[in-house]
């Protein structure tokens, strides 16, 4: 389906009238094993962790979206990073951007280098220490744009470029961008991530991860660690992501709205000490946003000065939940030095600036004069 333009891929990649029924949803397989044809014969499916019909569909879909040759489902975006890595070997060497999520963070520090793998972490924005850290052991370069939660970008043709020259590959979390507003793999990337808990789900009602090859050894590779490891995405929330997916331009262009508004906002604010949002003109990656991204999103940062101004603004807020994760249709806003990074130490958040003020904004798809007006009441608390 590769002719037709993103919307129409949105909404009929994967999901094709179902061939037994004419169903026009593609129907829950709400089961763990299959009748067999014969001895080692059967109808293209025989247990559910190796594959099953409403899986298959989505990872059609999700490979579709991305441009990507194979997609595959797990059960959770930590379990995609696992699986992308789980192939490795004692003595490699991985580079990752220096102010990922923290708990790719911690499943590369507490877990990953206890098999004898090297992590090193790199500011990716930053060629020069890309092309310095490439070791002839090193097996991938690990890109997470914009990263969360300070939205720092990285060039990511440009740091494909350099890897591959080398013999390296590069994955890309795609996360905070959805495919609907950058496509890696058409910028050079191998491999592309997500967890589809966020906007690809778009419901905050399931948690699920993806990874989209663009080689067959990816493909090789990702189903061995689906049926050996077995951190599948199920079926029903497999349908669920299949759900959102069908309407995830449409979300994507009121998020992105919201957003740029509520970033607009925000950078007239004196209480805000720092905003890190990409589409504003003053972000010193503005136009690496411009040149790789089909839109800035809804994702942003900014400092309030200390824990107790960013308690008291989440403490006032209304419309816009105190919660972790992000991309549902709600608007969400956490205290990042104690969420999604908790997992670090003091020394570490400080190293990458995430401050016990910084406060990270999801933003929905409620209207944006209302949310506006949430978070002026609010920061008349701080």
Avoid at 45 to 58: I, K, M
Avoid at 285 to 295: E, S, V, W
């Amino acid at each position: 389906m590769s002719e037709y333009k993103y919307s129409t891929l949105a909404v009929h990649a994967g999901q094709y009238p179902d061939p037994l029924t004419g169903a026009v949803n593609v129907p829950v397989y709400l089961s763990s094993t299959f009748e067999l044809t014969g001895i080692g014969t059967d109808k293209g499916w025989d247990y559910s962790r190796a594959g099953n019909p409403t899986r298959d569909r989505l990872e059609e879909a999700l490979a579709a979206l991305e441009g990507g040759t194979c997609g595959h489902a797990f059960s959770s975006g930590m379990a995609a990073i696992y699986a992308l890595v789980a192939m490795l070997r004692s003595g490699d060497h991985v580079i990752c951007s220096h102010n990922v999520y923290g708990g790719t963070a911690r499943l590369f520090n507490l877990i990953v280098r206890n098999y004898g793998i090297d992590i090193e972490y790199v500011d990716t924005g930053n060629l020069d220490a890309v092309g310095a850290a490439i070791r002839p052991s090193t097996k991938l370069v690990h890109i997470e744009t914009p990263t969360n939660p300070l939205m720092s970008l990285t060039d990511i043709a440009a740091v494909s470029e350099l890897a591959h020259a080398r013999g390296v590959e590069v994955s890309v979390d795609n996360t905070f961008m959805s495919p609907a507003l950058q496509s890696p793999l058409a910028l050079g990337a191998d491999i592309v991530m997500h967890s589809t808990t966020k906007f690809l789900n778009g419901h905050s009602d399931g948690l699920g991860g993806a990874l989209i090859g663009s080689t067959p050894e990816h493909k090789e590779r990702f189903l061995l660690v689906q049926k050996a490891a077995g951190g599948i995405l199920s079926p029903f929330e497999c349908f669920l992501v299949l759900r959102g997916i069908r309407t995830l331009p449409l979300r994507m262009k009121q998020h992105e709205e919201n957003g740029r508004a509520v970033a607009e906002f925000l950078s007239t604010q004196a209480k805000v000490k720092r905003l890190a949002y990409p589409g504003l003109k003053s972000h010193p990656q503005h136009q690496l946003a411009l040149k790789q991204q089909r839109g800035f999103g809804s994702m942003l940062s900014f400092d309030l000065g200390s824990r107790d101004a960013a308690g008291r603004f989440l403490a006032a807020i209304k419309l816009f939940l105190s919660a972790e994760s992000l991309g549902g249709v709600e608007s969400l806003a956490s205290h990042s030095a104690t969420t999604t990074h908790a997992a670090l130490s003091d020394e570490e958040r400080e190293s990458l600036g995430i401050t016990q003020g910084l406060v990270r904004l999801s933003v929905g798809i409620e209207d944006k004069e209302d949310l506006i007006a949430d978070l002026e009441q609010a920061l008349q608390a701080v």
